[in-house]
């Protein structure tokens, strides 16, 4: 495994997961941040104050590292320009910055809506950003293409298990659709395995789909059995009508701008809600590293400490 790693995101909820399991495992973790967290003061974890848009402390983080793991970026956001400016734009200047310091191995941790770009702001700039990577000349280029993520941590996939759990199963796309989950655990684990990946070993290149295994995708039906089957009492479905989703986002777009904030539902996130097939393929990951998810969605929710946020 590399010794030396460079990590962007480290304070959000996958940054921090991934930043532990380094230490854990004796890796040195050079992070980006705004603000150093003041409860995390490992001897092993080196951070540089800034951002994506300052280019010597890019130059700071990269510079004498193994590997590079890309983490941050937005996920909310009330218009397009916000998306563009840290998924892209953010993107670029970090992956000169891997080229300026001749750091011979990137992983960008990207997301499953990249596949399908025209669904919203957010796919769209985490397709640019692949693109942008695929066309550098990074040596080695790796993208991760993680389905929902959950666990400890997590603020956007908690409300829907804790409402599932009290018996309640709020449908927010059509019954058909097909999901998929992975929990912050096993995407660590895949990215640590392939740290250990040196460049002298094999290379792993390209884009690399992740979720936890489950054949076929979840339906809202088999989610309620599972919820059921956790909590040892039924579960009862409760779709959402599709106009009062889009009338809600619409609202929620609208205050936000109005406060100045970035909001989580928008009716371009709606249409990744909505989206009826999110199944995945870990087949390719699979075979370039050995990675294989461990926990399953119905081991999660039977462990509250898998899903609660720390």
Same mark, same amino acid.
């Given at each position: 495994?590399?010794?030396?790693?460079?990590?962007?995101?480290?304070?959000?909820?996958?940054?921090?997961?991934?930043?532990?399991?380094?230490?854990?495992?004796?890796?040195?973790?050079?992070?980006?941040?705004?603000?150093?967290?003041?409860t995390q003061r490992d001897s092993q974890?080196?951070?540089?104050?800034?951002?994506?848009?300052?280019?010597?402390?890019?130059?700071?983080?990269?510079?004498?590292?193994?590997?590079?793991?890309?983490?941050?970026?937005?996920?909310?956001?009330?218009?397009?320009?916000?998306?563009?400016?840290?998924?892209?734009?953010?993107?670029?200047?970090?992956?000169?910055?891997?080229?300026?310091?001749?750091?011979?191995?990137?992983?960008?941790?990207?997301?499953?809506?990249?596949?399908?770009?025209?669904?919203?702001?957010?796919?769209?700039?985490?397709?640019?950003?692949?693109?942008?990577?695929?066309?550098?000349?990074?040596?080695?280029?790796?993208?991760?293409?993680?389905?929902?993520?959950?666990?400890?941590?997590?603020?956007?996939?908690?409300?829907?298990?804790?409402?599932?759990?009290?018996?309640?199963?709020?449908?927010?796309?059509?019954?058909?659709?097909?999901?998929?989950?992975?929990?912050?655990? &096993?995407?660590?684990?895949?990215?640590? $395995? *392939?740290?250990?990946?040196?460049?002298? =070993? @094999?290379? +792993?290149? #390209?884009?690399?789909?992740?979720? &936890?295994?489950?054949?076929?995708?979840? $339906? *809202?039906?088999?989610?309620?059995?599972? =919820? @059921?089957? +956790?909590? #040892?009492?039924?579960?009862?479905?409760?779709?959402?009508?599709?106009?009062?989703?889009?009338?809600?986002?619409?609202?929620n777009l609208m205050l936000a701008r #109005?406060?100045?904030?970035?909001?989580?539902?928008?009716?371009?996130?709606?249409?990744?809600?909505?989206?009826?097939?999110?199944?995945c393929d870990n087949s390719a990951l699979?075979?370039?590293?050995?990675?294989?998810?461990?926990?399953?969605?119905?081991?999660?929710?039977?462990?509250?400490?898998?899903?609660?946020?720390?």
């Amino acid at each position: 495994m590399a010794t030396s790693v460079a990590l962007t995101g480290a304070t959000g909820f996958i940054g921090r997961r991934l930043i532990a399991g380094l230490v854990r495992d004796g890796v040195q973790v050079r992070a980006l941040t705004r603000s150093a967290p003041a409860t995390q003061r490992d001897s092993q974890v080196e951070w540089i104050r800034g951002s994506l848009d300052d280019a010597t402390a890019l130059d700071q983080l990269v510079d004498g590292v193994e590997a590079v793991i890309h983490c941050a970026g937005a996920v909310r956001g009330a218009n397009e320009a916000t998306f563009r400016r840290i998924n892209v734009d953010g993107s670029r200047r970090l992956f000169e910055a891997t080229q300026r310091q001749g750091c011979a191995r990137l992983l960008l941790m990207s997301s499953l809506a990249a596949r399908h770009p025209e669904l919203s702001w957010y796919a769209t700039s985490k397709y640019e950003a692949e693109q942008r990577l695929a066309s550098s000349a990074q040596p080695v280029v790796t993208v991760f293409r993680p389905t929902a993520v959950y666990g400890p941590g997590d603020r956007e996939l908690r409300p829907l298990f804790e409402t599932l759990m009290r018996g309640w199963l709020l449908m927010t796309g059509p019954s058909e659709t097909r999901l998929s989950f992975l929990h912050v655990d &096993d995407l660590v684990a895949a990215a640590k $395995t *392939w740290l250990h990946h040196s460049p002298s =070993g @094999a290379r +792993v290149d #390209g884009s690399f789909e992740l979720h &936890d295994g489950y054949p076929g995708g979840y $339906t *809202w039906t088999r989610i309620a059995e599972i =919820g @059921a089957g +956790v909590r #040892g009492a039924p579960v009862r479905r409760l779709p959402i009508p599709a106009g009062m989703l889009r009338a809600l986002a619409q609202a929620n777009l609208m205050l936000a701008r #109005g406060l100045n904030r970035s909001p989580m539902l928008t009716p371009e996130k709606l249409r990744e809600l909505r989206h009826h097939d999110w199944t995945c393929d870990n087949s390719a990951l699979t075979r370039a590293i050995g990675w294989t998810p461990q926990i399953t969605l119905e081991q999660a929710l039977g462990d509250r400490r898998q899903w609660a946020v720390d």
